[in-house]
């Protein structure tokens, strides 16, 4: 078996359907791993819609895992060359398994495959707005990584380092990374560890995987959902984000905010303990830690997600070092960037201002039309 496309889905029926046609719509050698937790909703019934065709296999939780024990639970009964690794509110663009293998081949059998997406928000996932959005650009990748090539193990090490300035030069998303089985049998104590199961991952596959290809074009799209952990985060919504993914992001002196960031700081502690020879100077920054969380205070301010004394409270929380550090900001292009971008899109809506770059597209209701959409513009090859 070629390919391994791990679905692991948690009453996302509403969605499933679409995502699932995207796949096995592809004529390719693949297996479809779909990891059943214990859905209550229409997800059975979505999934007898394709019983028929052999190359879906159906695992069956009787009680509900977290998200990492459902990845793992998928994981686990791949038996493909590559894994990839799919939400149920996403999508394969036409194509996509033709051009990884001619990717694959051209490389002499890489370890990880990275490349670009398009995203999709479809409607009421942030807040009680209604519209879709989407984005040309998933993520946007630093100057030079604009044409297909191998990344220098020197270049995936600087990537790794610089998330522990809190940095972020991938997409921390499962689904823009094709991942060789071999290569994911190397991480000690399994590919996918929580709280983020994906942020872990990759840093671990930058460091320890051989080859990585890098491919600039979109081949799916990442879609939010109002069942996304995205949903909760762009809605101020951070408990329910947590208790989503069953995760408790605790450290000594985490500070309320934006539940990515602490997820991030209990991962990159986590990579330290993982690869102390790989990591052995590099801490995480405790400056940048702070001056982002202040930038989601002051965001969710904006937005109405916290009222001005809950700010001045969480400003409170602050010691003499992290004020210090907070003053460093002066120095920060990145931070200015941000609080600019802040006050200048005064006139978008909520979700504009938070993910720069998406746009509203009328009349599109769900992702398969959008992907519909986008096959048919003469610009998209």
């Given at each position: 078996?070629r390919?391994s496309?791990?679905?692991?889905?948690?009453n996302?029926?509403?969605?499933?359907d679409?995502?699932i046609g995207?796949?096995l719509?592809?004529n390719?050698?693949i297996?479809l791993?779909?990891?059943?937790n214990?859905?209550?909703?229409?997800?059975?019934?979505?999934?007898?819609?394709?019983?028929?065709?052999?190359?879906m296999?159906?695992?069956?939780?009787?009680?509900?895992?977290?998200?990492t024990?459902?990845?793992?639970?998928?994981?686990?009964?791949?038996?493909?060359?590559?894994?990839?690794m799919?939400?149920d509110?996403?999508?394969?663009?036409?194509?996509y398994?033709?051009r990884?293998?001619?990717?694959i081949e051209?490389?002499?059998?890489?370890?990880?495959?990275?490349?670009n997406?398009?995203?999709?928000?479809?409607?009421?996932s942030?807040?009680?707005?209604?519209?879709?959005?989407?984005g040309?650009?998933?993520?946007r990748?630093e100057?030079?990584?604009?044409?297909?090539?191998l990344?220098a193990?020197?270049?995936r090490?600087?990537?790794?380092r610089?998330?522990f300035?809190?940095?972020?030069?991938?997409?921390?998303?499962m689904?823009t990374?094709l991942?060789?089985r071999?290569a994911?049998?190397?991480?000690?104590?399994?590919?996918?560890?929580?709280?983020?199961p994906?942020?872990?991952?990759?840093?671990?596959?930058l460091?320890?995987?051989?080859k990585?290809?890098?491919?600039p074009?979109p081949l799916?799209?990442?879609?939010?959902?109002?069942?996304?952990?995205?949903h909760?985060?762009?809605?101020?919504?951070?408990?329910?984000?947590?208790?989503?993914?069953?995760?408790d992001a605790?450290?000594?002196?985490?500070l309320?905010?934006n539940?990515?960031?602490?997820?991030?700081?209990?991962?990159?502690?986590m990579?330290k303990?993982a690869?102390?020879?790989?990591?052995c100077?590099?801490?995480?920054?405790r400056?940048?830690?702070?001056r982002?969380?202040a930038?989601?205070?002051?965001m969710?301010?904006?937005?109405?997600g916290?009222?001005?004394r809950?700010?001045?409270?969480?400003?409170a929380?602050?010691?003499?070092?992290?004020?210090?550090g907070?003053?460093?900001?002066?120095?920060d292009?990145?931070s200015?960037?941000r609080?600019?971008?802040?006050?200048?899109?005064a006139?978008k809506?909520d979700?504009?201002?938070?993910?720069?770059g998406?746009?509203?597209?009328?009349?599109?209701?769900?992702?398969a039309?959008?992907a519909?959409?986008?096959?048919s513009?003469?610009?998209?090859?």
């Open positions: 078996m390919f496309v791990l679905l692991p889905t948690r996302g029926g509403h969605f499933l679409n995502c995207s796949i719509g592809e390719a050698d297996e791993i779909v990891s059943d214990a859905n209550s909703d229409e997800t059975p019934a979505v999934l007898d819609r394709w019983r028929s065709d052999p190359r296999r159906v695992l069956r939780l009787d009680a509900p895992v977290s998200v024990d459902n990845w793992n639970n998928a994981l686990r009964a791949a038996t493909g060359d590559y894994l990839l799919m939400g509110d996403d999508y394969l663009l036409p194509g398994f033709r990884l293998a001619s990717v051209r490389h002499g059998e890489p370890d990880c495959v990275i490349y997406a398009y995203s999709y928000v479809a409607p009421g942030i807040g009680d707005d209604d519209n879709s959005y989407f040309e650009r998933h993520f990748y100057a030079g990584l604009d044409r297909e090539m990344l193990v020197e270049l090490q600087s990537i790794v610089d998330m300035r809190f940095r972020v030069r991938i997409p921390l998303n689904q990374t991942v060789r071999q994911a049998a190397l991480v000690k104590g399994g590919l996918f560890q929580p709280p983020f994906d942020h872990f991952a990759l840093n671990s596959l460091l320890l995987a051989g990585w290809a890098f491919v074009e799916l799209v990442v879609g939010v959902t109002p069942k996304s952990f995205g909760y985060v762009y809605s101020n919504q951070q408990a329910g984000g947590l208790a989503y993914l069953g995760i605790q450290f000594p002196g985490r309320p905010g539940e990515l960031l602490n997820g991030m700081h209990v991962w990159l502690n990579l303990q690869f102390p020879n790989e990591l100077n590099v801490e995480v920054d400056a940048g830690y702070v982002r969380q930038y989601a205070w002051l969710q301010l904006k937005l109405g916290i009222d001005r809950a700010c001045l409270a969480n400003f929380r602050l010691g003499a070092r992290d004020w210090c907070l003053a460093a900001t002066i120095f292009r990145q200015w960037s609080l600019t971008r802040m006050f200048a899109l006139a809506s979700i504009e201002q938070q993910w720069g998406l746009a509203p597209i009328p009349g599109i209701r769900n992702i039309e959008f519909r959409w986008l096959t513009r003469t610009d998209h090859p």
